[in-house]
């Protein structure tokens, strides 16, 4: 019986053993039971995540498609764009050589003219150094001139209708004047009086009317006959003739015209002024 009890309580022991082996084994597994629930359910969020993940990345397939897709046809326009900017770059570069080309032309034609100009500037130069040489000069002869007489008249109206005939010489007596400067010509005596000594000039012209008509007219300095002219009129209408000197006077003397004395030798005027005298001083001596 002992043995037997002795067998018995072995093989309890060792059924304990198993027990106790068992329940740690069952321990074990309810462990690994509670580990895989927990896998699974961080398994399903895990995967719940890679869906989402995955559809996202979809989603950024699908925008990223379309974004290459659009910067592809932005890349294609670009390359358009740059072949057009290219073809215009080649034209504006050719146009460009052009514009250098004229541009070289322009400066060679610059320096051209400037040469040209620096030889314009010079004779400039010259040509305004004689002016201010010429302008010192007649500066100079106005200051000259100013001190010198200034002498000139010119005189008409010897009357109207007929002009003689006198029985003598008779001196002409023109009664007015377009100009007396210097009043050296006397309207009343019809004598020119010389204000300094100097070379003059005189002229005058002489007219008579009608046919038959004769002129005889004589230019005296002092009583000293310088001319005389002759005129006949034979076609009955005016007759004109005239003359002029250069003389030389002293201070003081005398010029005057004179009608020589006799039946046939008359003048005519009218107020178309037909006969003057006329004279100025050319230089002082």
Known sequence: MEARLAASEEVNQQNAAKRTAMEARLAASEKVNRQNA??????????????????????????????????????????????????KNEANLAQLSSVEMRLNLSESRVEQLADKNEAKLAQLSSVEMRLNQSVSRVEQLARENADQPKVAFSAYHLGAGYIGPYSSLTTLVYQRVFSNIGNAYNQSTGFFHAASR??????????????????????????????????QNNHGGFEYMSNAVVVELELGDTVDLRLQGHSSYRLYDSSHNHNTFSGFLLYPL
Do not use: C, H, W
């Open 38 to 87: 927990a896998n699974l359910a961080q398994l399903s969020s895990v995967e719940m995540r890679l869906n989402l993940s995955e559809s996202r990345v979809e989603q950024l397939a699908d925008k990223n498609e379309a974004q290459l897709s659009g910067v592809e046809m932005r890349a294609n326009l670009s390359e358009s764009r740059l072949e057009q900017l290219a073809k």
């Open 198 to 231: 100097g070379v003059y000039f005189f002229t005058f012209t002489a007219a008579t009317y009608g046919s038959p008509q004769s002129m005889n007219i004589y230019m005296y300095k002092n009583n000293q006959q310088l001319i005389r002219n002759y005129g």
